[in-house]
């Protein structure tokens, strides 16, 4: 019994911490520019901004800390600057995040969403995202793994898509080689899992690059399954992080970002 | 009753002293009559010089001033003046009478009768009976030939077409070597001959017979509406929308609807307001070419319940829709979203193939919607060629300084040289900050670049506002309806950003505007330059319209494929092929020219142009056209098809050892028709006509007054005629006035 009432009390704890709030309330270890990067979104001031999705955590899910802020800031940090050194997109310095609710989201047509396998979209932002989606936005969403994620995140999504199939990406697809020519068969590992000698999560062995198309066959939504392009980008300056597979999240980075202003 | 009092007091017509030449004496020396003034001025003063103790000095002036005109006029009489006129002798000369009995004054102005009957009593009354009486020959003629009387006026052949020119001429030289003291033309003043110009008018005047006209038919034809023209190409590609241009005309003000047909099927309709008194008005019309193929289109006015012409409330065009998709070329020096947002909107309506080259890193530029993997291999097009071998060009946020010297003269002659469409989009490097201001291309360019380092593009959002010009802009239209369509202009989000730029140049046309802490700066504007037309949009941002309205908008797709459409809508091609007119009404004559240029746009001169014309029975002709010399590149020729009915006509033709690509074309022939167009009375041309032969103008109110009129013709045999004036009533009236005059101010004063 008192087993059972200390996880209600862990879930219930996690699910509190897991609410999106000012930054401040976590941790004083950021500085304070990052903080304002991820509490206010003003109009863009450069032609491409990394954009973090905001949003509440499923209620079957549970963890330390808000899943849709895993691998900030250092993620998007290492990400513009490899958009910068690899390509001469004019991009921000600082990144944003915002909901699906907010009108702001619409001032930036290139969305990052983590750690959708915990996910929970309310109409309203299941409303926003197919909105945001049809109107000519782009969206990635990463380092989710396994089956049960998979559901969770496909659940959540058919509120926005009820009947839009979700589809491997053709290797012929442009995304594959806007830019870098990229391949599908390497699993880009979460940094636990590497650091464990395995480059898969939970039961997601297999890789898979999916996509939700729009009716004139543009990607919209970009689908990294059983992946972890994030950590691969926060740990780009780590050692102990593979660098091929750095390089490789990064060309893939590119690739999205440059698919995303040409379709 | 002028008249008869001129003719009383003056003892003959006004026209006599309007012709006729003043001789002021007959008798006398001129030193007798200025010695008698003299003497008679002497006694006057004599006379004066006994009274002036008697009266005062002012009335003595009075009296003598009076006693002065008496002698004057006494002196006059004394003289014997006499008017020299040159009148015709009626009864040696002709007078040719020219009825036009075309299907036009078969036309009722009231719905009873026909014109022609509504003149022929006027025409008998007062032209042909004093006529005859006076003792002229007359030969009478219809458009159809010569009649014994004005009955068999109504019984000849109602003739197509009015050739007034044709037939006055041929009338004219007819009566060349006979005294004909004038031709009488009676008719509307609707000439369909296509030969009306200035050389005709000339070639009248030198026949020195005076045409007098007498106009039939109502100026302002009240109840009538009309389409008078309608301006759309005579080709298209699938899936488009065509705006044509339709000119209307009604005598009342009044609202009707224009429909277009394709066959039965109504494919365009709009309602529309026509002003009345005649005005001419231009309304616009979105038609959907839809398939492949042949559209006979049929432009009509919905006919007004009063109305019985209703036959010209229809024109009809064939649109031939073929699978060319023109081209245009993107250029950016930076991956944008503006880039992104305008290929989809683009993409969506397919009229046009875009062209992408997209600049990703400083070594690597991304090919979009290319043709074949060698295209834009080396990026800008570096050679005439390649680039001409594109309707239009879209240079975003690219750098001057990335091309090279050649490559930016190329773009300048792009529009000049080959008649393609430049867009010049603002940004980060776009315009001034990309360093444009420097080159050939800025010259050509609706707006000028600001010089200087300061930088000119600024990332704040601000509205886009539409100029008057906007609004009333055919082609850049959210909404066919007026009200509408600023509300939507009004409802656009802010764009992303803008660049300043400097004033438009004087012949551009400025559609766009915003504000910023400087003032007002152009955002939109465009203007001829050569053979073609440049673009400036100085902004990166209107992708905001997309993002910012809701997905099923399609304000941001209307504005890029409206402006797309209208960059490519006029590109001459390398190879062009036309007709002079779609719809040939009672006009046999199929005028067609082709226009040939090599690749690089030159005009060749040494091509084989030929032409297949098939009419609708099936008969075929070749025609060969000729090079014209003044126009190099030009070729022409005529085909004559009397068979009504649908005409194709095909182009090929051969440069060198090269056979380019054949045009197909149609057209229609139809007979009777073109008299219901323009069927009020003429009478400008009418009074033209006879101003410039020596005639004058008349309607069936004064037609009385031609017989007058012929009397002094310079034309025919005449006789000279000295007409005595001294004993014209007006004289003995003036004397005996002078003298009562006298009389009564000398009882007034007591000098009698």
Not at chain 2, 80 to 104: A, F, G, I, M, Y
Not at chain 2, 644 to 655: K, N, P, Y
Request: net charge negative.
């Amino acid at each position: 019994m008192r087993s059972l009432i200390f996880l209600i009390c862990v879930l219930c704890a996690s699910q509190l911490l897991a609410q999106p709030r000012s930054l401040d309330f976590f941790q004083g270890t950021q500085s304070s520019t990052q903080k304002e990067s991820l509490s206010v979104t003003p109009p863009p001031d450069s032609e491409f901004s990394f954009v973090r999705l905001t949003y509440d955590q499923s209620l079957n899910s549970y963890g330390r800390r808000a899943p849709w802020r895993t691998d900030w800031p250092e993620a998007e940090t290492h990400f513009l600057q490899g958009i910068s050194r690899l390509s001469v997109v004019e991009s921000a310095d600082q990144a944003r995040s915002v909901r699906l609710t907010d009108e702001a989201i619409f001032d930036y047509p290139w969305l990052y969403a983590v750690d959708v396998g915990k996910w929970s979209l309310t109409a309203e932002e299941a409303a926003g995202l197919r909105e945001y989606l049809l109107r000519g936005g782009f969206m990635i969403v990463d380092d989710f793994h396994g089956s049960y994620e998979w559901q969770v995140f496909q659940t959540h999504l058919r509120k926005a898509f009820p009947d839009r199939p979700i589809v491997d990406i053709p290797e012929d697809d442009p995304l594959m080689s806007v830019m870098f020519d990229l391949d599908q068969s390497i699993q880009i590992p979460g940094i636990r899992a590497y650091n464990s000698g395995q480059t898969w999560e939970q039961d997601g062995y297999d890789p898979h690059w999916r996509g939700l198309y729009d009716d004139n066959g543009r990607l919209m939504l970009a689908i990294n399954f059983n992946m972890d392009l994030g950590d691969a980008w926060e740990h780009a300056d780590d050692p102990g992080y593979p660098e091929p597979m750095t390089s490789l999240a990064y060309r893939f980075a590119v690739n999205y970002v440059i698919y995303a202003m040409t379709h | 009753m002028f008249e008869s009092l001129f003719s009383f007091l003056f003892k003959y017509p006004r026209e006599y002293y309007v012709e006729g030449e003043l001789i002021p004496q007959t008798w006398g020396q001129p030193a007798v009559v200025v010695g008698i003034l003299l003497v008679g001025l002497a006694l006057i003063i004599i006379s004066a010089l006994r009274s002036r103790d008697e009266l005062h000095p002012a009335r003595l002036i009075a009296i003598g001033a009076l006693q002065l005109t008496v002698l004057c006029v006494g002196l006059a009489m004394l003289m014997q003046p006499v008017l020299e006129v040159e009148e015709l002798r009626p009864q040696d000369n002709k007078v040719v009478v020219l009825v036009d009995t075309s299907r036009s004054m078969a036309l009722s102005d009231d719905g009873e009768i026909s014109r022609l009957q509504g003149i022929l009593p006027t025409l008998d009354l007062d032209i042909l009976q004093p006529l005859e009486e006076s003792g002229y020959s007359l030969e009478l003629q219809s458009f159809d030939g010569s009649v014994e009387n004005v009955e068999q006026l109504l019984s000849a052949g109602a003739q197509d077409r009015s050739l007034i020119t044709n037939q006055l001429t041929a009338a004219l030289r007819g009566a060349s070597n006979q005294s004909v003291a004038g031709l009488i033309l009676v008719s509307d003043g609707a000439d369909n001959s296509n030969e009306l110009n200035e050389l005709w008018f000339s070639q009248l005047q030198s026949f020195g017979v005076p045409v007098h006209t007498l106009g039939v038919g109502r100026e302002v034809m009240t109840e009538d509406m009309e389409i008078s023209a309608v301006n759309l190409p005579d080709s298209a590609i699938p899936d488009a929308n065509l705006r044509a241009e339709v000119t209307l005309q009604s005598g009342t003000a009044r609202q009707s609807i224009l429909k277009v047909y394709d066959g039965d099927r109504i494919v365009a309709s709009e309602p529309v307001e026509l002003p009345g008194e005649g005005r001419k008005i231009q309304q616009s019309i979105s038609i959907p070419t839809g398939d492949v193929g042949v559209r006979h289109l049929r432009f009509v006015l919905d006919p007004g319940a009063d109305e019985y012409n209703t036959q010209n409330n229809e024109l009809r065009h064939s649109l031939t829709v073929a699978q060319t998709q023109p081209r245009v070329l993107y250029v950016e020096g930076e991956p944008r979203w503006e880039y992104k947002f305008i290929r989809r909107a683009i993409e969506e309506a397919g009229f046009v193939h875009l062209h992408g080259l997209v600049q990703t890193s400083t070594n690597k530029s991304y090919r979009q919607g290319i043709d074949s993997p060698e295209q834009l291999e080396n990026g800008f097009p570096s050679t005439r060629d390649e680039l001409f071998n594109y309707q239009g060009l879209i240079i975003g946020s690219q750098q001057a300084a990335a091309l090279s010297q050649d490559q930016i003269a190329l773009i300048k002659d792009f529009v000049d040289v080959r008649g393609g469409s430049l867009l010049m989009l603002g940004g980060l490097s776009g315009l001034g900050d990309g360093g444009w201001q420097n080159t050939v291309v800025a010259d050509i360019l609706p707006l000028q670049l600001i010089q200087g380092d300061a930088d000119t593009f600024v990332r704040v959002q601000t509205p886009a506002y539409a100029t008057a010009a906007a609004l009333r802009s055919p082609w850049l239209r959210f909404a066919d309806d007026e009200i509408e369509n600023q509300d939507r202009w009004n409802l656009l989000p802010e764009i992303a950003d803008y660049q300043i730029v400097g004033e438009a140049r004087p012949g551009a046309t400025v559609l766009m505007e915003v504000q910023h802490s400087q003032g007002t700066s152009p955002l939109l504007a465009y203007q001829r330059y050569g053979r073609g037309k440049t673009y400036v949009l100085a902004s990166g941002g209107t992708w905001r319209w997309q993002m910012q309205m809701p997905s099923e908008d399609q304000s941001h797709e209307i504005f890029w494929q409206s402006l797309l459409q209208e960059m490519i809508s006029e590109v001459p091609q390398s190879i062009d092929f036309q007709t002079d007119t779609n719809w040939y009404m009672d006009n046999s004559r199929i005028e067609v020219s082709a226009n040939i240029r090599d690749p690089g746009f030159e005009p060749s001169g040494n091509a084989q142009v030929t032409v297949r014309v098939e009419d609708s029975a099936g008969q075929t002709q070749n025609i060969e056209l000729t090079p014209v010399a003044a126009e190099p590149g030009t070729y022409r020729g005529t085909a004559l098809v009397d068979n009504e009915g649908l005409v194709q006509l095909d182009m090929s033709a051969t440069l060198g050892e090269t056979e380019l690509d054949p045009i197909r074309l149609f057209a229609e022939r139809s007979d009777g028709r073109m008299e219901y167009f323009n069927t009020a009375q003429n009478s400008g041309f009418l009074k033209r006509l006879a101003s410039v032969s020596g005639g004058s103008y008349f309607t069936a109110d004064t037609a009385a007054g031609i017989l007058d009129e012929m009397r002094f013709s310079n034309s025919g045999i005449t006789e000279r005629d000295w007409l005595v004036l001294w004993n014209m009533p007006f004289v003995f009236i003036l004397l005996l006035m002078l003298k009562v005059s006298e009389w009564m101010l000398r009882r007034r004063w007591g000098r009698l």
